[in-house]
Antibody, heavy 114, light 112 residues
Framework: QVQVVQSGAEVKKPGDSVKISCTGS????????IHWVRQAPGQRLEWMAW????????RYSQRYKGRVIITRDTSANTAYMELNSLKSEDTAVYYC???????WGQGTLVAVSS | DIVLTQTPLSSPVTLGQPASISCRSS???????????LSWLHQRPGQPPRLLIY???NRFSGVPDRFSGSGAGTDFTLKISRVEAEDVGVYYC?????????FGQGTKVEIK
């Protein structure tokens, strides 16, 4: 069965970077793009970026462009989201989801605090 | 960016009674390929969202038939025919027609 598993919670300081992984199994990894979505405490879901896992093409929300980098390693069936120059407002749960938002990772909590 | 506006934001419902959530888009969600990429998601506290409905009215695998979606263009509706206890949580509409993808602000469904 399809499974999407993310890396564990992170605690960071302002100005740090964080890199979250998203590993897919139970399907052909290169067949489905991956989205990254975040949810700040008590807030709505917010789309950040998308990667075509097959050719590495990426699309970013203007809000995060220049601060987020999405990559993938097809040999490891894993996609990555790196967010730089962290601020306290980046404290959120970060999710990866397959192309039609049909399968989601369990979420990764990133806490940013001095 | 496409803005999705959900109403109501909160919906107290009685078990066994119907519930309905509206999602209005700031522009048409009809894609150039002819499809309308409007989905509905359900999120329980502490859990990731779960896909219920895609392309307006198609139930995702394993979704009970008490959930149904309808609409066209800019106006869409999610209906629960008979609310069950497990249906509590927040419901989001999502558009997949344009980049950036956008979500509605969420509708909290709770039991009276």
């Amino acid at each position: 069965q399809v499974q999407v598993v993310q890396s564990g919670a992170e605690v960071k300081k302002p100005g740090d970077s964080v890199k979250i992984s998203c590993t897919g199994s139970g399907y052909n990894f290169t067949n489905y793009p991956i989205h990254w979505v975040r949810q700040a405490p008590g807030q709505r879901l917010e789309w950040m970026a998308w990667i075509n896992v097959d050719d590495g093409d990426t699309r970013y929300s203007q809000r995060y462009k220049g601060r987020v980098i999405i990559t993938r390693d097809t040999s490891a069936n894993t996609a990555y989201m790196e967010l730089n120059s962290l601020k306290s407002e980046d404290t959120a749960v970060y999710y990866c989801a397959l192309s039609a938002f049909d399968y989601w990772g369990q979420g990764t909590l990133v806490a940013v605090s001095s | 960016d496409i803005v999705l506006t959900q109403t109501p934001l909160s919906s107290p419902v009685t078990l066994g009674q119907p519930a309905s959530i509206s999602c209005r888009s700031s522009q048409s969600l009809v894609h150039s390929d002819g499809n309308t990429y409007l989905s509905w998601l359900h999120q329980r506290p502490g859990q990731p969202p779960r896909l219920l409905i895609y392309k307006i009215s198609n139930r995702f695998s394993g979704v009970p038939d008490r959930f149904s979606g309808s609409g066209a263009g800019t106006d869409f509706t999610l209906k629960i025919s008979r609310v069950e206890a497990e249906d509590v949580g927040v419901y989001y509409c999502l558009q997949g027609t344009q980049i950036p993808r956008t979500f509605g602000q969420g509708t909290k469904v709770e039991i009276k």
